[in-house]
Nanobody, 133 residues
Framework: EVQLQASGGGLVQAGGSLRLSCAASGFSVDDYAIAWFRQAPGKEREGISCIDSSADETTYADSVKGRFTISRDNAKNTVYLQMNSLKFEDTAVYYC??????????????????????????WGQGTLVTVSS
């Protein structure tokens, strides 16, 4: 059974840190394209970061560069998003997503897309991050 479980969200003050986790089952995070997205209240979903597993390369949205770090632990089959120096504007529901090979994620239009804009195949349920001022 292919599943993604996101966790680690919560309430944090501005300037604080959180680490989100995305545990995968039914596939290997070492083989799939991986991405983190977020959706703030009243806003459209935007891409945050993605991994090209074939090339082992990562990309980030300009709004989070230098503050967020995406990583994976292949032994635990889990993807992480380390979030530092959090701002009020980071408040959102955060989602992890995965797409099977031979997908290659491409950054554009403030998001990370695969296979000419086709939807990501698998999504986690989302975890809420609330940053207080």
């Amino acid at each position: 059974e292919v599943q993604l479980q996101a966790s680690g969200g919560g309430l944090v003050q501005a300037g604080g840190s959180l680490r989100l986790s995305c545990a995968a089952s039914g596939f290997s995070v070492d083989d799939y394209a991986i991405a983190w997205f977020r959706q703030a209240p009243g806003k459209e979903r935007e891409g945050i970061s993605c991994i090209d597993s074939s090339a082992d390369e990562t990309t980030y949205a300009d709004s989070v560069k230098g503050r967020f770090t995406i990583s994976r632990d292949n032994a635990k089959n889990t993807v992480y998003l380390q979030m530092n120096s959090l701002k009020f504007e980071d408040t959102a529901v955060y989602y992890c997503a995965a797409d099977p090979p031979p997908s290659i994620p491409v950054w554009g239009a403030n998001t990370c897309s695969v296979l000419s804009g086709t939807p990501w195949a698998y999504w986690g349920q989302g975890t809420l991050v609330t940053v207080s001022s």
